[in-house]
């Protein structure tokens, strides 16, 4: 019971915005306001991804603009007030995923992380795309008819002739009813199923 499994290169951005690392604190800001995005890879060389400047590496100059930092973990942020230049400013190393990484794999390191979007590099650690929360949605834009189909020759199709199964999908939610010989199978059904892309929950009605 093998689902077919979308990976990061499906979903993400392949033209990409970036800078250099002389990109100035001004041509930054535009730049986002222009492409309507929180974080820019930093770049050096031929593409090689060296860093990344999000609108947290640019607050400080803002947050900290009248008063100097209170507390002790805000010393790193207003470290950040007098950068005008994209390599002072930047997170470095950056944050990245290969294009080959499943979703569930980059919506880790992005929670792990704390970021709203990863560069995505190849082997070598040149920028191939950009892959956004947004982006890892997307699959959930697919239609029940399409998850209907995968559900049925990737999943229910493994099942042996004796097990009397029927399922829908509704917004998203698969819903079984039905009779399975082996109540072991249970757990390892609602597994694959969930594995599906586009599936938002499984209820079982089994016997």
Do not use: C
């Not at 499994?5 to 306001?33: F, P, Q, W």
């Not at 995968?150 to 829908?168: K, N, Q, T």
């Not at 698969?174 to 399975?180: E, I």
């Amino acid at each position: 019971m093998a689902a077919f499994r979308y990976t990061v290169s499906d979903v993400m951005t392949h033209t990409a915005v970036a800078i250099g690392r002389n990109a100035s604190y001004k041509e930054i800001v535009g730049l986002m306001h222009q492409w309507k995005v929180s974080a820019l890879p930093v770049l050096e060389g031929e593409g090689r991804v060296v860093g990344v400047v999000s609108e947290a590496d640019l607050l400080p100059k803002e947050e900290f603009r009248q008063d100097a930092p209170k507390l002790p973990d805000q010393l790193e942020e207003a470290s950040k007030v007098d950068a005008v230049l994209a390599e002072e400013l930047m997170s470095s190393p950056a944050v990245t995923v290969h294009p080959d990484a499943t979703l569930d794999e980059a919506a880790r390191i992005m929670a792990r992380k704390r970021v709203k979007r990863l560069p995505v590099v190849n082997n070598l650690g040149m920028l191939e795309g950009v892959v956004s929360r947004s982006d890892l949605l997307k699959v959930f834009l697919r239609s029940d008819e399409e998850i209907d189909e995968e559900i049925r020759s990737a999943v229910v199709a493994e099942l042996s002739p004796s097990d009397r199964v029927e399922f829908s999908v509704l917004d998203g939610v698969v819903t079984l009813r039905g009779a399975l010989r082996n109540r072991s199978l249970v757990p390892l059904l609602a597994r694959a199923i969930r594995a599906v892309e586009g599936v938002v929950d499984v209820r079982m009605e089994l016997g």
